[in-house]
C-alpha cells in the first residue's frame, strides 16, 4: 500500500534511507528498506526498517497495521537470499528499558551463530 512516506530530518534511519548516510543495502523495496548494522552482534546482522518513519511498534495502529506485515514479508525475503537456512532470531526494542537507541522502527535480523535459548 503507497502511503505518503514520513520523514524526520534528525533520524539517522530517516537518513539511510534517502541515501543521505551510507549504508549496505541487503534488500529495498517500495516499503522497506534493509541493511547491515554497523556494530554486528552476530555473523549475520540485518536491520529491516519501514521507509516511513514509524518511532518503534508502541506507534502501530489500525492505520498503519499493514507495514508490520510488508516488514515480516520482506524478512522472510531476505532469509531466503542469504541462506538462513539454519534459522535466525528477529528482534525489535520499544522504549528505554528494552534499550532502544535508535526511534526509527527496526527489526534486528540475526543468524550465523546458535543463538541460546534465553533472550536476556
Ligand atoms: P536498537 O538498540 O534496537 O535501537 O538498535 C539500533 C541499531 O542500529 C544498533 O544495533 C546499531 O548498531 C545500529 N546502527 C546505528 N547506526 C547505524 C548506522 N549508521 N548503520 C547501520 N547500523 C546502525
Ligand atoms: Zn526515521
Redesign the pocket.
Known sequence: MADVLRYDKDC?FCK?IKGE?P?TKVYEDENCYA?????P?APV?I?VVPKTHIASCADIDAENAHIAGEIFTAIAFIARQEGLDGGYRV???CGEDA????HHL?F?ILAGVKMGERLL
Do not use: A
Not at 35 to 39: G, S, V
Not at 99 to 102: D, L, S
Open positions: 539517522i539511510i548516510i549504508s541493511f547491515r548494522d554497523i556494530n552482534q546482522h536491520l528482534i525489535t526494542n534499550g532502544q537507541t535508535v527496526h534486528h
